[in-house]
């Protein structure tokens, strides 16, 4: 006899026995191509498993318009054209997607657009390197964050689940400051970047007495407008972002500085219209980009 109770019987979760998320670890759907919690690629997840071994993630952070798309998509391709004594091999078509990006702008002589705030519109890059000096192949994941997330993750910890999460796996940071600003006065660049080295800090948790070992390059940008950045990096922080220089000496216990530019020169361009400004690479002269990874990669 019939009780009247309806009874729902409810399928086998999908997320049960699909796909694990690199970079947060939520369960996702076998066909999902973004992860649900952190919007991560799962591309990631597929390539990563047919090499059987846990890739490392070396996190670019820095400001908005500090140059992180730029610096990153330069590195992806020289990497990709066996600089110094590497070796890149990437690991599916969407790692190239940056790199293409950022090339085919700059050749236009134009600077790529900015990063999209929405995680899900990222670029990620995911490459096997090899060093050929010490025969050392590294899975690396190098996503393109944007500079207004991360500052709004600062902000609030955890608005943005995938740098919070990122940035704990990371094997090694590049931090990128613009240098330019700070060589004329202001004092935005070192606050910045001291809010982006207390977040890590903080995230480490580690004891007053402990200090971070995660390898941690500052790379001082633009250094085309301040070249005493190329003969002193180390000293330019202590005289110009002091307060950046401070924290990492008493919390960080491998740090590395150098310095870095990519316009071998700038124009500027205005409209007839409404008289706006837009700054114009006219060609491009890569200095120092390929060594705060390289430092990083020894590290791991």
Not at 2 to 28: D, K, L, Q, Y
Not at 164 to 179: E, R
């Amino acid at each position: 006899m019939s009780t009247g109770t309806t009874v729902t019987t409810t399928p086998s979760s999908t997320f049960g026995a699909g796909v694990e998320c690199f970079v947060c670890g939520a369960a996702n759907a076998v066909s999902a191509l973004q992860c649900r919690e952190c919007s991560a690629s799962l591309a990631l997840v597929h390539d990563a498993k047919a090499q059987e071994r846990e890739p490392k993630v070396v996190s670019i952070v820095g400001e908005s318009n500090v140059g992180k798309t730029v610096y990153l998509g330069f590195l992806l391709d020289m990497l990709s054209q066996r600089a110094g004594d590497f070796e890149a091999i990437p690991k599916g078509a969407y790692s190239i997607d940056l790199q293409q990006v950022v090339i085919s702008h700059m050749a236009r002589r134009q600077f790529p657009p900015k990063t999209p705030m929405e995680a899900d519109r990222w670029y990620w890059a995911y490459y096997q390197i090899l060093q050929k000096a010490t025969n050392k192949w590294v899975d690396l994941v190098m996503p393109d964050m944007a500079g207004e997330s991360l500052a709004a993750e600062v902000a609030t910890p955890k608005t943005f689940r995938v740098i919070n999460s990122l940035l704990s796996k990371s094997a090694g940071t590049i931090l990128l400051v613009d240098a330019a600003m700070a060589a004329n006065g202001s004092a935005h660049p070192d606050f910045f970047a001291l809010k982006m080295i207390s977040y890590i800090d903080a995230m480490h948790r580690a004891k007053r007495d402990e200090r971070i070992t995660t390898p941690t390059a500052i790379v001082l940008c633009k250094a085309d407008h301040c070249p005493e950045c190329f003969d002193h990096p180390r000293r330019f922080v202590q005289a110009n972002l002091n307060r950046l220089w401070n924290l990492t000496e008493s919390r960080f216990a491998n740090v590395e500085f150098f310095a870095c530019s990519v316009v071998g020169s700038l124009g500027y361009a205005a409209s007839e219209t409404d008289g706006y400004v837009t700054p114009v690479p006219l060609h491009t002269a890569l200095r120092g980009v390929l060594e705060p990874f390289q430092w990083i990669i020894e590290q791991v």
